[in-house]
């Protein structure tokens, strides 16, 4: 099984890519990278190959908000749960494929009009077509998991994970499904290829800053690099949605349901915690050089951690400035609110630091206690204790 950790999702992404850019279709060999040691029949290689003909079509030349070609999420997210899921079925395949079409393949999708109505329609006539090649059975389930993988409208994130792990208890298969494509997103935070977590020591960094009195951190070893469009406010909010799944999973024990997804969700854990550290060396090397200043947020931070501060939900509150975090940034109601809020986080640097600690004790707290879990988190809301 790999452990993907930022170095083996360039290389994954590498090798798929290449295979996009020498191709004009998804051939054999980008089948081949997807499925690993997965063995299908004659027949299941040409409906995948159906598959991957059907997402290359509809995705065209769209790209990702990093700037890579969107079709990579997929195909990524696939691979990922084919090599490390031990047992995998042509259904978890397909759902995993596919499990965007409903959000991102429809005329409304895009205020730019990416798809004309003549053109989408020719892809549900090619959609029909690799269904009516499938087998009749399996493209129900396919098409109620991907209606189940599918958020509604507006809906919040935590009533979608709610709504989905309800669903698990009957079909548990959705749980791999939807952990995969969250690992796939998380690492997909990143196009720089010198990743700070290999030349640093996070927690020996801290130990420094903390103990060491006339401590001075080294320079960084590369120039600050431009402002990208997944800043890091953004790749905060991802850590939020990573924190709400892996919460309500726990609550609910949907691992129970499918079991062998457990190493995706601790490859998950792993990813958000690491990508938090990422967050506060890059703020640390770059914004707030001040040792002391750096000292005390770490000293207010893991004095809020030991009162039981990243156990439940907080309602905001004087007691510290992480006092109804979740509430104050990351829960919103329309599409300008939530871009507000990560522009108000963004700013704040200390604040930043602090919630980026926040989450590495968060993530940290999952690998540690097989019993942890946020509370207050439902999907209804948040519900904060009196």
């Not at 189940?148 to 749980?175: D, Q």
């Not at 020996?204 to 006339?214: P, V, W």
């Amino acid at each position: 099984m790999i452990r993907y950790n930022l170095t083996e999702f360039f290389k994954l992404s590498a090798a798929l890519n290449y295979q996009l850019s020498v191709s004009s279709d998804l051939s054999w060999n980008i089948l081949r990278i997807i499925l690993g040691d997965v063995k299908l029949n004659q027949d299941q290689h040409n409906i995948m190959l159906d598959a991957l003909s059907y997402l290359n079509n509809a995705y065209k030349d769209q790209h990702r908000r990093m700037g890579p070609l969107s079709v990579l999420h997929p195909l990524r997210a696939t691979a990922i749960l084919s090599r490390t899921v031990e047992k995998v079925n042509m259904l978890d395949l397909l759902t995993e494929l596919l499990h965007d079409k409903h959000e991102d393949i429809k005329v409304s999708n895009y205020p730019e009009n990416k798809y004309g109505k003549d053109y989408y329609q020719q892809l549900e006539t090619e959609f029909d077509l690799f269904l009516h090649k499938n087998d009749p059975n399996d493209n129900w389930y396919l098409m109620e998991r991907l209606d189940l993988l599918s958020r509604k409208g507006e809906e919040p994130y935590f009533t979608y994970i709610g709504r989905l792990m309800n669903r698990a208890r009957h079909t548990p298969e959705l749980v791999r499904v939807k952990l995969a494509d969250r690992l796939d997103n998380t690492l997909d935070l990143h196009s720089e290829f010198y990743d700070p977590i290999e030349h640093t020591d996070f927690f020996a960094e801290l130990f420094n800053i903390l103990y060491i009195k006339n401590y001075q951190p080294p320079e960084p070893e590369v120039q600050h690099p431009i402002r990208h469009p997944l800043y890091g406010a953004y790749r905060l909010y991802q850590l939020f949605k990573n924190a709400v799944l892996v919460s309500i999973i726990r609550r609910r024990q949907s691992m129970s349901y499918d079991t062998a997804a457990q190493p995706l969700f601790g490859q998950l854990i792993r990813a958000s915690m690491e990508e938090a550290q990422r967050v506060i060396i890059h703020i640390f090397n770059y914004h707030l050089k001040d040792v002391e200043q750096q000292r005390r947020l770490l000293l207010d931070t893991m004095d809020y951690c030991q009162e039981g501060g990243m156990l439940e939900i907080t309602r905001p509150g004087k007691r510290s400035r992480l006092d109804g975090l979740f509430v104050n940034y990351f829960e919103y109601g329309s599409a300008e609110e939530h871009k507000q809020k990560l522009d108000l986080l963004y700013k704040d640097k200390p604040l930043m630091i602090q919630t980026a600690l926040a989450f590495v004790t968060i993530f940290k707290n999952f690998l540690l206690d097989p019993d942890y879990y946020i509370e207050g988190i439902h999907e209804t809301g948040f519900h904060p204790r009196e």
